[in-house]
């Protein structure tokens, strides 16, 4: 078996898929994409098409060694979604090709279920309440919200008075056994998380999320010792020595990696190893389409220290189209009670249809995240 063609396309709402073919008819589908990059990321998808083409595609160890390795300059958000978004495609159709889900090839699933979780508000989170009441009623058990609009470095506390009394309301929305995460979203600096951290350890949330930039991270050491919240990050981490220092520190409890950024299920197999090692939790980041998310789902099947499952069905972030537009096979994602099924179709189990991926590229996207600003002009985190 050969690889024939790499073909890439750009579909809405802020997504890039990526078919991979063989001369054997069997073809597999990626994910490889950065928020907003999405035109970058594909350029470097068709770099490693040069060295892909008439490869056997079920080499994966060997492939993505040379695609990592073979470049003199490694890591990074590009560089690594491209690889992850191929790495995918070539287990997608190795468990085509073999009639499996790719999980049994990873040893079998440890797990037929794992808890998801699903977003609440928007980017200047408002009306939190209500819709944390409507995400219980159709049954998560678990929901993330952003913590706070922009703050300065140092900034006033009513800004932290807001943010807290929108956690309070939805934790009274919600009652105490719903898990509830903050996700700072690098927007709060070491001197405000300081005080923040302290304000919502009355909430007892299941975690928050990057309390300061991952760039920061000698500060978690301090706003560790103020709370006993978990703390979670690795969004913007992009390989097993990205998280290798942040083992041996020794102060996140929950990894994030983002199975569309970090390399594929080849390098986040290996990281969530690393974390089971120093008994670090693992939720895959997934806020993106229906392929990431099936690909998220193999490595939760076999990972023991996976707990739970961010999803993007309903995000804010998914405006024209949402997660399911995209499967032919649209109970691929079964959710009953808060947890998903793990796919147990062939490769990534999901099905795409291809007719209307190509009738939603020629619309495209180019989608970029917004830029803030503080009152004074200055540029504020997002």
């Excluded at 073809?27 to 098409?49: I, Q």
Aim: with cysteine; charged share 25%; net charge negative.
């Amino acid at each position: 078996m050969k690889i024939t063609a790499l073909t890439t396309y750009i579909v809405p709402p802020r997504w890039l898929f990526l078919k991979v073919e063989t001369d054997a008819g069997i073809s597999g589908w990626g994910e490889p994409v950065v928020e907003g990059k999405a035109l970058t990321v594909e350029a470097a998808v068709k770099e490693l098409a040069d060295y892909l083409i008439g490869k056997d595609p079920r080499l994966i160890e060997d492939h993505w060694t040379v695609m990592h390795r073979g470049g003199f300059y490694r890591g990074g958000p590009i560089l690594m979604s491209a690889i992850a978004g191929i790495d995918q495609a070539l287990w997608d159709i190795k468990g085509k090709a073999l009639g499996v889900p790719v999980h049994e090839l990873l040893g079998g699933k440890l797990r037929e279920t794992i808890k998801v979780y699903s977003w609440i508000g928007g980017d200047r989170p408002a009306e939190v309440a209500a819709g944390a009441k409507d995400v219980v009623a159709r049954g998560f058990q678990a929901l993330k919200m952003n913590g706070t609009e922009e703050l300065q470095i140092v900034d006033s506390h009513d800004r932290i008075d807001a943010a807290v009394e929108r956690v309070a309301m939805v934790r009274e929305a919600v009652g105490p056994n719903i898990g509830i995460a903050v996700d700072f979203h690098g927007r709060v600096h070491r001197p405000m998380a300081r005080i923040l951290v302290k304000e919502l350890e009355p909430y007892r949330l299941m975690f928050i999320e990057e309390p300061v930039l991952s760039e920061n991270r000698e500060a978690l050491k301090e706003i560790a010792a103020l709370g006993s919240m978990p703390i979670a990050l690795g969004e913007r981490l992009y390989s097993r020595w990205d998280f290798k220092p942040v083992f041996e520190e020794a102060v996140v409890d929950i990894i994030q990696p983002d199975l569309s950024h970090a390399g594929g299920i080849t390098e986040c197999r290996k990281i969530a190893a690393m974390a089971e090692a120093y008994d670090v939790a693992v939720a895959p980041h997934c806020p993106l389409g229906p392929i990431a998310l099936a690909a998220c789902l193999q490595l939760d099947a076999v990972s023991y220290n996976c707990f739970i499952q961010e999803q993007s069905l309903g995000i804010h972030y998914n405006a024209g189209n949402d997660l399911l537009d995209y499967a032919a096979n649209k109970d691929v994602f079964r959710y009953q009670d808060g947890y998903v099924a793990i796919p147990d179709g062939p490769g990534l189990g999901v099905e795409i249809d291809e007719d209307y991926v190509k009738e939603r590229a020629r619309e495209g996207h180019r989608w970029r995240n917004p830029v803030w600003r503080h009152k004074d002009g200055s540029f504020a985190e997002w």
